[in-house]
């Protein structure tokens, strides 16, 4: 058990790569989603530019 | 590793011991600079708790107020200060902060991950809201006064707040980057941290439901920001968006509001109905029946919530093939929303069910709600909308969503974890004592509001005719004694946290399933940092079980 927590994360306990895997893909989840988040702002404010007097 | 309940699961040794006191010293640490999704989970609840009673206070003032005709306690516009922040505190700062403060405590153990996959921006998107609402509450005591045009926020009204409304609107702007951020959050821990064999479809319902819930947040809280930026701008920069004078249009706001807001109904709902799939089987001792059902119910709804939203605008004036629309597609909610009440109704029937509290207030919920269900299918008919808009039907129909609805469900969900959170068992006698003085009061303080609609009250106004006097007693004294009812849950938490000699078994409940009973009450400050290997033994409603019982 001891030689298996050398190679983990001291925090989590999960191998370092997997580790390293799973957060680089949710940083990346994050960032679509953000962008996501930003264009729809960004379109409804564009809606209101060009909805006056509809 | 070592086997710590049933034999298809199999527990890191840490999760058990060895990580639980490896909590940070100190205040600053363990609470402001946390990164941990159970503490973060307990700042929300915490403070979801508290603005709970300071707009359950606002809403005392106006029952107050309305306990007899005439004008008794405050100003009108005072009254109209507090409908306003009263909606404002409980939909942003009490229901929506709960719900995220029971994601980020349960997700995790319930798909055996670490941690949030984001904890930073966990601990930032919790620290955003303090400061906001601060913001939002400062403005009742700014010369001009808080905001006093309705949640809705409708222009030109909206517009005639003074200098305060800038504080207004970035309070709002601060509240959706916190919610987007903690969507965000949860969406990137469902699709990336879940452990071995936790597929998608063995996720319990209240992740399901959550994961739909995140969706709908990133999709329509950049719609309110842009909404209240350009209320901003037409305060203060002189721009025309809803102002006709200047070419604008007071009828697109509402669009889009409403655009926002018809799926904000939903992201206060859904997890509710996460809660209540995962307590109904738990208690009945049967595995929830239907579970696909219920995750493509769920999606219908967050899909049909975006294309219904001009049903709060009927009066508004639409030509006849968007009303029949708005209508048709209204009433479509509730095929979804049926499948889910005949699917908790199916899990309850012939099942070994037992009354505990966070059973009684699931079954509360599953009866009133439906209630506010019906009524809000009355409200849908369009020609009968006419009748009932902007009066106190409407209230009574929204009340009994998000009362007996939402709240009634973050009770029950706070009772079903509480043992797993404190480690200790509540006082089932006070947990069911505040389960019957609630469902005795919320009825008297909100069915008469029916009657009152329907003979023609409108809603926001300090004063009314005399006719409608004897309901609208009745009505407060429901009032008073549901927010003196919120006391007792105070002292049953307090008591179970601090003061209970019961110990929690690790399983709490003897029909619960799922990987957040695997591991010790209260839950370790870091659990499962060896992944669990999952298999469909160990998952309540896993689609093999599915598969199994229809083979049967």
């Known amino acids: 058990m001891s030689e298996e927590r050398d190679v983990t994360n001291e925090r989590t306990g999960i191998a370092p790569e997997d580790l390293a895997r799973r957060r680089r893909n949710a940083r990346r989840t994050a960032i679509i989603l953000a962008l996501i988040a930003l264009a729809i702002f960004v379109a409804f404010f564009m809606t209101g530019v060009t909805g006056r007097g509809q | 590793m070592s086997s710590i309940t049933g034999d298809d699961i199999e527990l890191g040794h840490d999760d058990a011991h060895a990580h639980d006191d490896h909590k940070p010293k100190g205040f600053l640490a363990r609470w402001v600079f946390t990164t941990n999704h159970k503490d973060i989970g307990t700042l929300y609840l915490v403070f979801a708790l508290l603005m709970f009673f300071i707009g359950g206070g606002m809403a005392m003032v106006i029952r107050a107020e309305l306990f007899m005709p005439g004008l008794q306690l405050v100003e009108p516009d005072f009254f109209n200060q507090m409908t306003t922040m009263h909606a404002l505190i409980m939909v942003f700062g009490a229901v929506m902060p709960a719900w995220v403060g029971f994601a980020n405590w349960m997700i995790p153990l319930m798909v055996g991950a670490p941690d949030m996959a984001l904890p930073r921006m966990n601990n930032w998107s919790f620290w955003i809201l303090p400061f906001a609402f601060t913001m939002l509450l400062s403005t009742l005591f700014m010369e001009s006064g808080g905001p006093a045009a309705g949640w809705t926020l409708y222009p030109p009204l909206s517009l005639q707040t003074g200098d305060s409304f800038a504080f207004v609107v970035f309070a709002v702007h601060m509240m959706g980057i916190s919610s987007i951020m903690g969507a965000i959050n949860i969406i990137a821990t469902i699709m990336n941290m879940r452990a071995p064999g936790m597929t998608l479809l063995r996720m319990p319902l209240f992740v399901w439901t959550w994961l739909i819930t995140a969706y709908l947040l990133i999709a329509v809280m950049p719609v ?112 979804p929303t049926g499948v889910k009440v005949f699917n908790w ?208």
Not at chain 2, 506 to 526: C, D, I, N, Y
């Open chain 2, 224 to 335: 309110l920001a842009g909404a209240v930026t350009m209320l901003l701008t037409d305060h203060f920069f002189g721009t025309s968006f809803f102002n006709a004078a200047g070419g604008g249009d007071p009828v697109m706001f509402q669009h889009i509001f409403w655009f926002f807001g018809h799926p904000e109904v939903y992201i206060m709902i859904l997890p509710a109905f996460g809660v209540v799939s995962e307590i109904i089987p738990t208690f009945s001792r049967k595995p929830l029946f239907g579970y696909s059902a219920m995750v493509y119910a769920t999606a219908s709804i967050a899909f049909l919530s975006f294309i219904v939203w001009a049903h709060h605008m009927f009066t508004v004036g639409m030509p006849l093939e968007g009303q029949l629309f708005f209508m048709y597609a209204t009433m479509l909610i509730a095929v």
């Open chain 2, 345 to 552: 109704v199916s899990t309850m029937w012939k099942g070994a069910m037992t009354f505990e509290t966070p059973m009684l207030f699931a079954i509360g919920f599953v009866v009133l709600f439906t209630i506010g269900g019906l009524s809000g299918l009355m409200l849908a008919i369009t020609a009968a909308d006419l009748q009932y808009h902007d009066t106190y039907f409407v209230v009574a129909h929204f009340h009994y969503v998000l009362v007996p609805g939402a709240v009634f469900t973050l009770m029950a969900g706070a009772y079903y974890w509480l043992p797993k959170w404190s480690g200790n068992m509540y006082s089932e006698k006070w947990g069911k004592i505040h389960f019957w003085l609630s469902t005795i009061s919320v009825n008297v303080l909100f069915f008469p509001q029916h009657y009152l609609g329907l003979a023609g009250m409108p809603r926001r106004i300090p004063d009314y005719a005399p006719q409608f006097a004897d309901f609208n007693m009745i009505s407060s004294i429901g009032g008073f004694a549901f927010g003196l009812s919120q006391l007792v849950f105070v002292g049953v938490v307090i008591h179970c946290v601090y003061f209970s000699k019961k110990r929690a078994t690790a399983q709490v409940w003897e029909g619960a399933k799922g990987l957040e009973w695997t591991v010790p009450s209260p839950a370790p400050h870091h659990t499962f940092s060896t992944p669990p290997v999952v298999t469909s033994a160990m998952v309540a409603h896993a689609e093999e079980d599915v598969r199994e019982r229809h083979s049967e």
